[in-house]
């Protein structure tokens, strides 16, 4: 924790250095004392003091005194530990079957398998899904994280290294998923796996959305905190509220519960704390007596219900899901819960993660931050020492006998704007006198964006929406595809305030070139990467600049 804040933070995230702070200087005592202990009971290991043992030495039936108080827990450790090395010292063995292995199983068969929380040594083999259905088998060691092997998958997949790619648990039969976490190892939940799940390699931008807009993901009816105080709660007092453990905050609300063994749902007021999930069995009281619970959060985890109403008959499309970590994944294991809007659906699941691993999960949303400061000091040192002849560039003007060199910046703007005209009238009018050019400059207008990450060809406006939610909801989040009822046109599918919007992009006709337009007319492109661009940094008649593209990549 020390050396992910020591780093200074931006003034638009939480500061919470003071929160891990203490934490640090409550671990140091914890540790002083625990090193404490050890030493005074290192005493207890031998049988006989120092001084006696040349005397003991010569008469062997003195020397052993059965009497004398043994560690018991240091001779269990060094007979675990005898285990381990032998055990480890045999060689693993290939597996000649590996596609009879369950995704739980691993193709070698290594000495002993791998329980939880132990870390051990050896390759498991780990099959990543893309969004197509394709897989990549991957061999990784026991104790990488979904952190790293993101950053594998990206490194091999040549992705675009945003920090935004996640690792999600998929289990279609059950029709659940989540992200993993980034420090969660991801060996040991291929363990807790049925043979039907599956990972998916997939964009999450919303991971720690939180951390930069809390009180949009908190609103302060369902927060308890909120209704006690009459003022207005700044965003870092809020979120330390919910990573301090000496806080007590609570998210409450109504909620639509699947009762057990059965098909019908009912909805209760529920209460969630850091102790688990609750129900009231009594209207909204709080009183201990009322209060029933229905879901521990330390041996849980939280999935989103992808097919709510079709598969478990949901009352909403906003269906969320408590499922064990040691359950063998049957419906009847699992507690299925529906919320009234997206909203309360994302502040429940947010505050679920956030009571379960605490500051962890702002020091996984720090070491990116981190290393793009690392990264932005590293390209400075590399332009303070570029060569000669690059820091020698310079705007030259040829328009007279001899070339001049143009000291003023604005000139030198506007003269490369000008050549940049120049260049595209001269392609202009060499595709209209027939040029050998493959593409003519009207069909590379109309193909040109299909390279580009955030088009979708022809796929329906539901699959948009299906896109738009797993990838995070979050504002900016967009993507193109080709319209259904106009096949010349586009539609824009744009995420605002978790909202999702749809705008056609029509193309209209101007001296015989055909441009693209999004406000009729008002504002015109020659294609849709300037269109995308121009959106990008101006928002015009949209709601919010474009800032996030859904991305579906191929493994």
Not at 53 to 73: C, D, E, F, K, V
Not at 312 to 323: E, L, N
Not at 474 to 496: I, Y
Request: proline content about 6%; overall charge neutral.
């Amino acid at each position: 924790c020390a050396l992910i804040c020591s780093f200074p933070v931006p003034e638009d995230d939480v500061d919470l250095e003071a929160l891990v702070n203490d934490m640090n200087s409550s671990l140091e005592s914890l540790y002083s004392t625990c090193s404490g202990q050890q030493t005074e009971s290192t005493p207890l290991l031998h049988n006989e003091p120092p001084s006696s043992s040349s005397s003991s030495a010569g008469s062997p039936q003195t020397g052993l005194r059965r009497s004398q108080p043994m560690h018991i827990l240091a001779v269990r450790r060094l007979q675990v530990e005898e285990q381990q090395l032998r055990t480890s010292s045999l060689p693993a063995i290939p597996n000649p079957f590996p596609e009879l292995c369950s995704p739980a199983s691993s193709p070698v068969l290594s000495p002993g398998s791998l329980p939880p929380g132990e870390p051990s040594t050896g390759k498991y083999i780990v099959k990543i899904f893309s969004e197509d259905g394709m897989g990549k088998v991957v061999e990784i060691p026991a104790d990488m994280t979904a952190r790293d092997l993101c950053q594998l998958l990206v490194y091999k997949s040549h992705c675009v290294d945003d920090n935004s790619w996640a690792l999600v648990e998929h289990h279609p039969l059950l029709g659940l998923e989540r992200c993993l976490e980034d420090h969660e190892l991801v060996v040991q939940v291929q363990a807790s796996m049925n043979s039907d799940s599956r990972f998916l390699f997939r964009k999450n931008y919303a991971k720690y959305e939180f951390f930069r807009s809390p009180l949009t993901f908190f609103p302060e009816h369902m927060v308890a905190w909120c209704q006690e105080t009459n003022r207005a709660i700044p965003p870092s007092q809020l979120l330390k509220n919910f990573l301090a453990t000496s806080s007590c905050p609570e998210i409450q609300g109504y909620l639509y519960v699947k009762e057990v063994g059965r098909k019908s749902w009912k909805k209760v007021y529920m209460f969630l704390r850091r102790s688990g999930l609750y129900c009231s069995t009594k209207g909204t009281s709080k009183e201990p007596r009322h209060l029933q619970l229905l879901a521990d959060l330390e041996d849980s985890n939280i999935f989103t219900v992808i097919t709510g109403k079709k598969q478990h008959g949901a009352p909403t499309d906003y269906g969320f899901c408590i499922k064990p970590n040691k359950g063998r994944g049957e419906l009847k294991e699992l507690r299925m819960l529906c919320a009234e809007d997206e909203q309360g659906r994302t502040c429940w699941m947010t505050a679920f993660r956030l009571f379960k691993y605490g500051i962890v999960l702002y020091q996984n949303y720090k070491i990116p931050q981190q290393r793009k400061t690392l990264l932005s000091h590293f390209s400075k040192y590399i332009h303070r020492n570029r060569s000669v002849s690059e820091n020698s560039l310079v705007a030259m003007d040829f328009s007279g006998r001899i070339g001049r060199v143009i000291d003023n910046p604005v000139e030198a703007q506007s003269a490369a704007m000008e050549e940049g005209h120049a260049w595209r009238k001269r392609s202009q009018r060499m595709n209209i006198l027939g040029s050998h050019s493959p593409l003519h400059h009207s069909s590379l207008s109309s193909v040109i964006h299909i390279a580009q990450l955030w088009f979708h060809g022809r796929i329906t406006r539901e699959e948009s929406h299906r896109i738009i939610h797993q990838q995070g909801q979050v504002d900016g989040l967009f993507l193109l595809r080709v319209s259904q009822s106009n096949p010349k046109a586009f539609v824009l599918t744009l995420c605002h305030h978790q909202k999702i919007k749809h705008f056609q992009i029509l193309p209209c006709e101007e001296d015989g070139q055909i441009f693209f337009s999004l406000d009729e007319g008002a504002t015109k492109f020659t294609d849709l990467i300037q269109l995308v661009e121009f959106y990008q940094l101006n928002r015009g008649v949209l709601p919010c600049k474009l800032k996030h593209p859904c991305t579906v990549v191929a493994l």
